[in-house]
């Protein structure tokens, strides 16, 4: 049974209305996907949610929303929040992105995964031993896709941070820069992947998913 349960449109009041008036009018829908109706059970994270959401994930700022929605799919299947799996893959397609590249952005977060495994355990080991050491893990996914090289490492540098790999986090800012990215762009591909991980945390706590 769900801890929270979602908040119906027909019962939304004030302020609470308000915001789902506005989610609607963004999104161009009549009726809300549910994950916004469980947000809606505290006025305050539907109104920080939805302000964050509208500015760092499904607008054009420094990234443009095609790279939005690609972070965002790949943050929503780290977190395994099927609600908004379902609603980034939509949102990439609408992006421009196609069933190939939709892969492809999952690939990516995938070998990521591999790699901030690795270099994690030679960070935290305590051993300079490992630091001598081949990785000896295939990873031709980050340079064989059509995602593009800016692409793949704002992905990277995404799922980097949430996983807490300091080397990989830094290695991946490090290639950014190198393939033209700026600073506002790194940031604003945190903040759109700190969203939506805070999105699918509520919903995964909720018992919503």
């Not at 929303?65 to 609600?83: D, G, M, N, T, W």
């Not at 908004?84 to 995938?110: H, K, L, P």
């Not at 790194?186 to 700190?194: H, K, M, P, Y």
Request: with cysteine; charged share 20%.
């Amino acid at each position: 049974m769900a801890r929270v349960q979602p908040l119906p449109e027909s019962e939304a009041q004030d302020k609470v209305a308000q915001t789902y008036g506005r989610i609607r009018e963004l999104l161009g829908v009549e009726s809300l996907p549910e994950m916004f109706l469980v947000y809606g059970r505290v006025e305050p994270f539907l109104r920080d949610f939805y302000m964050n959401f509208k500015k760092f994930v499904y607008t054009d700022g420094a990234l443009t929303r095609q790279q939005k929605s690609a972070i965002a799919l790949a943050v929503s299947c780290h977190a395994k929040s099927e609600p908004w799996m379902e609603f980034c893959t939509g949102y990439c397609r609408d992006a421009g992105w196609n069933e190939q590249q939709i892969a492809e952005i999952i690939a990516v977060a995938s070998t990521n995964y591999m790699y901030n495994t690795f270099f994690k355990f030679r960070d935290l080991s305590g051993s300079a031993l490992f630091e001598g050491m081949p990785v000896g893990l295939r990873a031709h996914t980050f340079t064989s896709t059509s995602l593009g090289t800016d692409m793949v490492e704002l992905i990277n540098i995404a799922i980097s941070d949430i996983n807490a790999c300091k080397p990989c986090t830094s290695g991946h800012v490090d290639a950014a820069r190198g393939a033209g990215l700026n600073d506002n762009q790194l940031l604003e591909t945190i903040q759109c992947a700190a969203t939506i991980y805070a999105g699918a945390q509520f919903l995964s706590a909720a018992g919503a998913e």
